[in-house]
Structure formats: structure tokens, C-alpha cells
């Protein structure tokens, strides 16, 4: 699996590109489609803030053993 993406979400990925092609041939592509791709932006940026948070965890966990090594050093 991607280091940064876990199993679910890319199923959450998948799910929602799916949902959101179901809704555009069930609903019409004229009708209701800025809805429709608001809550594809909204998936798209939870995602996001999911991939930025793994990011920062990476970060913090590399600046706590560094700050360790440097405190076992002393």
C-alpha cells in the first residue's frame, strides 16, 4: 500500500468518483451539478488533509528522535 494513502482511503477515493459518476447520468449533467461537485471537492479536500496530516506525523516523529538522540547524547 501507498505510504502516504491507507486501504480506506482509498476506498473512500474510489467510492466517491464512483457516486459522483452515478449522480451525473442519474441526475443529468445540468441538473444539480455544482452540488454535486461540491461535495466531490469536499471529498477531495478531506483527503487532502488527510495526506498533509500524515505528512506532519512524519515530521514530528523524525524532529522526536532526533530531539531524543540529541538528549541521550548529553
Known sequence: MNKYLDFW???VIILTGLLFIVALF???V???LL???GVLLVSVKIIMMSYK???NYEELKKDLHEIKRLLEEK
Do not use: P
Request: net charge neutral; proline share 0%; hydrophobic share 40%.
Open 9 to 11: 482511503t482509498i476506498v
Open 26 to 28: 442519474a441526475k443529468g
Open 30 to 32: 445540468a441538473n444539480q
Open 35 to 37: 452540488l454535486e461537485t
Open 53 to 55: 496530516n500524515v505528512q
